[in-house]
């Protein structure tokens, strides 16, 4: 492969698949010559064919020539499959690199994996900077949003060259140093489950508008065009509405009819979830939405449950038809705030366990570009966070809590309608549990703690004094101190 440029390489990239070949697109066209790399090596050549001339490339086909010909300390992008992949790829190039130089890995890695791979090289001398990257193929391409996570010193050294080829809104781009180790990692991941859940809801308001409101796809399409250009403006209403105007050019139905209703998954919302369980963050907007895609699949038990009795009603028409619509565009609101409320108390959860300092702020800051959840209340989101940094919920900013009291009554009827019409919203309902679960005076978790007292002597708490107590449930029922 002849090289394209002499000069040293400012950054390399390896795994040139979509997201590679893009970013390595991207640098090049920043100015940067960019080394680039793939296993195989037929992408290599086809990056330097189809888009060689848009920059400064040095197309390497070993790995020995693509470190070369980077300029010291080395900046080494690594974008290919999480998990083994990442890992045979860090154990071929890291001996082959020295004590300064940083390896980026932008793939989706889970931030354990993240943390080992950073204590590993870090002992070797060699900066590791685990980076969550989103906003897909185009995003890669024209700017994305970057999650480093790493070294303070690590940053210093690839951050401007991350933050320039990042997204940018108001002139700020959508690149900031996360934390140590694995908090770019885990952010991505928490950015990938909130992903799922914002997607489920857009899923569940779509169902209900056409089952419920009797509207078409086209016309849920000019629906949800209206509603980006108010409170829900985002990008995953923008593609939605797309995707519901579009005609399958074979058959000529929506193409939404056309595609199998099993919704895949590659594992990033299922590792938000497991990990919400293990930090102690309850996130069940994002475990619905990934129970729903994992249901979805199950056909099954999809074709055993399909003759069940439901009710069967004509789809509302005229007024209440309208109303319906104007009500769902409430309770998808409501529902989304409570999806990204969640998303930032497992964040701040876990950088209180991890000793990560992470500036929620400025998380919504660069997730109003770039990526796929980003959405205009991020903007509120982030004046959220800077007028009260140490904010316990999203839910408790006034403005985010004035808005959902006036979203509320149309929440509930929107969650009555579905189930009375069996229009599965667990997304939506589930938030609205979230919302009540957490604005009550009292909860029946008091009756879980004295039932787990009767069965187990699991003891529990009173509201009247401190210690922790026994009931002798099987004798005198007399209380002890525990
Ligand atoms: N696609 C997307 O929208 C997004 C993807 N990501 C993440 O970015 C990373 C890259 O994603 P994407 O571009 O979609 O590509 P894929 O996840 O499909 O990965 C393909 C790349 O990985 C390489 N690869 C696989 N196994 C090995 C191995 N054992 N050794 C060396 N190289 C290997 C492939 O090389 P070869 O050509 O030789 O097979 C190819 O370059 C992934 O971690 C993904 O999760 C992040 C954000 C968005
Ligand atoms: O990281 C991403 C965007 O931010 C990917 O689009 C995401 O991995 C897609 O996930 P899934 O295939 O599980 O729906």
């Known amino acids: 492969m002849a090289p394209s440029a002499s000069s040293p390489a400012s950054i390399g990239v390896t795994g040139l698949a979509v997201m590679g070949r893009n970013l390595a697109r991207n640098f090049a066209r920043n100015g940067y010559t960019v080394a680039v790399h793939n296993r195989t090596p037929a992408r290599t050549r086809s990056l330097i064919e189809e888009f060689g001339h848009e920059g400064s490339f040095v197309p390497a086909e070993k790995p020995e020539e693509f470190v070369a010909a980077l300029e010291r300390p080395r900046r080494l992008v690594v974008m290919v499959k999480a998990g083994e992949p990442t890992d045979a790829v860090i154990d071929e190039f890291v001996p082959l690199l020295d004590a300064g130089d940083i390896v980026i890995d932008g793939g989706n890695a889970h931030f354990e994996d993240t943390r080992r791979r950073e204590a590993a090289l870090r002992e070797r001398g060699i900066h590791f900077v685990g980076t969550g990257v989103s906003g897909g193929e185009e995003g890669a391409l024209h700017g994305p949003s970057v999650m480093p996570g790493g070294s303070a010193e690590a940053y210093a050294a690839v951050g401007p060259m991350l933050e320039k080829i990042s997204a940018h809104v108001d002139g700020e781009p959508c690149c900031t140093h996360i934390g140590p180790d694995g908090a770019g990692h885990f952010v991505k991941m928490v950015h990938n489950g909130i992903e799922y859940a914002d997607m489920q809801l857009i899923a569940e308001a779509y169902d209900l508008l056409r089952r419920a409101a009797g509207r078409g796809p086209a016309q849920i399409a000019d629906i949800f065009r209206r509603w980006n250009t108010g409170m ?19 058959t000529g139905t929506p193409f939404v009819d056309v595609v ?9 919302g299922r590792w938000t979830v497991q990990t919400a369980l293990d930090v102690g963050a309850p996130v069940p907007g994002i ?39 104007d009500r769902v565009e409430q309770a998808l609101y409501a529902s989304k705030i409570v999806s990204y409320a969640q998303g930032w108390n497992m964040i701040q959860t876990a950088a209180d366990q991890f000793g990560w300092d992470i500036d929620l702020g400025a998380v919504a800051r660069i997730w109003r570009g770039g990526c796929i959840i980003r959405a205009g ?21 006034e403005e985010f809590a004035r808005r959902l009291g006036e979203a509320q009554d149309a929440w509930r009827a929107v969650v009555a309608t579905a189930a009375e019409r069996s229009i599965p919203t667990p997304g939506f309902a589930t938030s609205l549990a979230y919302y009540d679960g957490l604005r009550a005076d009292r909860l029946p978790a008091a009756l879980v703690q004295a039932q787990r007292d009767y069965f187990g002597a699991h003891t529990y708490r009173r509201v009247d004094r401190e210690g922790t107590f026994h009931t002798e449930w099987s004798g005198d029922r007399s209380e002890t101190r525990r």
Request: proline residues 6%; negative net charge.
């Open 377 to 397: 209340f991020l903007d509120e989101i982030r004046s959220a966070y800077a007028a009260e940094p140490g904010l316990p919920t999203l839910l408790a900013d």
């Open 287 to 325: 475990a619905e939405a990934v129970f729903a895609r994992s249901l979805s699949g199950h056909t099954d038990l999809r074709a055993a449950a399909r003759r069940l009795p439901g009710p069967q009603k004509p789809a509302l028409t005229g007024q209440d038809a309208d109303r319906l619509v």
């Open 260 to 268: 199998a209703d099993a919704a895949e998954q590659k594992g990033t």
């Open 232 to 250: 829900l403006n985002s990008y995953l209403i923008e593609i939605t509405a797309e995707v519901l105007a579009h005609t399958d050019r074979e």
